[in-house]
């Protein structure tokens, strides 16, 4: 491994597997990408929020500020779970649209030359599996590197 992307979703599962990712990359001197997914639908609505907010303040708020907001929320992760480690990570943010969050996943991956995906898996009958399908179960199936899944 010399440089993996973890997909960093709600705060409790992300604090798990930023620490795990952490630990393995420190153990083989590998570098992290935390990517923070953002839905379309979310992101456009904090964006019109936040440009309320800015017009009446007088600024602008951007794509580009959404993003950094979902890097900052890695960031902050980040710095309290891999505290005592020797590791060098880079925090990126990707919009979603609906249905599509394995593919970003694994085109960040790409993009960005990972060769293993930190993911977290979440726990559904094989039915629910096959009616509603499974990031996890797409990302391992669509990327050609490693994948690790941590479930609850």
Known sequence: MKRALVV???EDHARTLIREA?????????????????????YEQDLETMA???????????TEDVKESGRQYAR?????????LDIEYEPVAAIIEDGDE????????EEK???HIFIVGRKRSPTG????????????????GIVS???A
């Open 52 to 62: 309320t907010i800015a017009n009446i303040e007088g600024t602008s708020y951007t």
């Open 129 to 144: 599996k096959a009616i509603f399908g499974d990031t996890a179960q797409r990302v391992i199936l669509d990327f050609g």
């Open 113 to 115: 030359d990972c060769d």
């Open 22 to 42: 952490g630990e393995l990359a420190d153990g083989v001197g590998a570098e992290l990408l935390l990517l923070t997914l953002m839905d379309r639908d979310g």
């Open 149 to 151: 899944v941590v479930t």
């Open 102 to 109: 394995a593919h970003r996943i694994v085109a960040v991956a």
């Open 8 to 10: 960093v979703e709600s």
């Open 76 to 84: 902050d992760l980040a710095k309290s779970e891999l505290d005592g």
